[in-house]
């Protein structure tokens, strides 16, 4: 997806505006999006854009790892 398109997601499933994507905030939109964040499992996303390992997804983990 696009850069734009990324962010538009990140603030979807960043619900108190933190900044952060926490894992209870992914798992809240994986139980009305089927799992999943435009195809990609949620773990898989975890993996994939917490980038320093604090469990937590910044936006430019997200973006890089989608856009
Ligand atoms: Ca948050």
Redesign the pocket.
């Known amino acids: 997806m696009t850069q734009a398109e990324a962010e538009a997601v990140f603030a979807e499933i960043?619900?108190?505006?933190?900044?952060?994507?926490?894992l209870s905030?992914l798992r809240d939109y994986g139980k009305t999006h089927g799992g999943s964040v435009d195809g990609v499992k949620l773990a898989d996303l975890v993996r994939g854009a917490d980038t320093d390992g604090d469990r937590r997804i910044s936006l430019s983990g997200f973006t890089s790892y989608f856009a």
């Open positions: 960043d619900t108190d505006g933190s900044g952060e994507i926490r905030e």
